[in-house]
């Protein structure tokens, strides 16, 4: 009997918020993942009602769940930042596990903002795997050049559109919402039934309450909601969120 596939975060998130006052730059930090978001918004007074998203003056300095998926294949799910690749965050943390880029037979990213894919590069030549259309949404923010310089740098695509096993013991399903191509994995893992989120559950108050961002419109919290309802249906025994720690549902 082939053994069944293991799951570990190899890299936990955290985030940072920080804003321009008086022409110098203050950080701020909460511990509490629903604080981090949200709850320091409407602390400052920031919210869909007040300014556009990208006008806020409070950026967002965000370490996504990094996930390392081990049995027939070694898959590595959402790499992370620019900052996790580039200062070797990444290399170390597999290094720590005895393995090196080369050991990677292919990358999933969830979605493709920068927090979860832009250490994507690190693993050039990989096989990569994403949810249809999500290239397009990459697009919009990165510009189609650097879509079209990062497939070139990358390996074979593949693209999920419906529920698709990528590995004895793992498949991708379509979670759209937070994205338009999100996807989500499950993972028939040693430790159960495995739900690796990514951010169509950001947190585990989202999970549990459905308590999502107050910046998502009607039309993306009734896809957040549907997509939900789907993963949910598969009873997993252990979640994973992007932006929390792992948690029993």
Not at 94 to 114: F, K, N
């Amino acid at each position: 009997m082939t053994a069944k596939p293991t799951v570990e975060v190899i890299i936990h998130p955290v985030c940072l918020r920080f804003r321009l006052d008086h022409d110098e730059v203050v950080y701020l930090f909460a511990a509490n993942p629903d604080q981090q978001l949200d709850r320091m918004e409407k602390m400052l007074g920031i919210g869909p009602g007040e300014t556009p998203i990208f006008r806020t003056n409070l950026g967002f300095l965000p370490v996504a769940s990094t996930i390392l998926i081990r049995g027939e294949k070694t898959l590595l799910v959402d790499p992370g930042n620019h900052h996790i690749g580039s200062y070797a965050i990444l290399w170390h943390a597999l290094r720590e596990r005895g393995l090196t880029y080369d050991d990677i037979d292919a990358v999933v990213l969830t979605h493709g903002h920068s927090d979860h894919a832009a250490a994507l590069l690190q693993l050039q030549g990989k096989p990569w795997i994403v949810g249809q259309g999500e290239l397009d949404e990459m697009a919009a923010i990165e510009g189609a050049p650097i879509i079209a310089a990062k497939r070139q740098m990358m390996g074979p695509l593949k693209e999920i559109s419906a529920p698709t096993e990528i590995m004895a013991g793992v498949t991708a399903i379509p979670t759209p919402g937070h994205t338009r191509g999100h996807i989500s994995l499950i993972v028939d893992s040693d430790q159960g039934r495995v739900l690796i989120a990514g951010d169509q559950t950001m947190t585990q108050s989202e999970y549990r309450n459905r308590q999502f961002s107050h910046w998502y419109g009607p039309d993306t919290l009734a896809q957040l909601n549907r997509s939900l309802d789907l993963v949910q249906g598969y009873r997993p025994d252990l979640v994973i969120p992007g932006h929390d720690r792992p948690f029993q549902p």
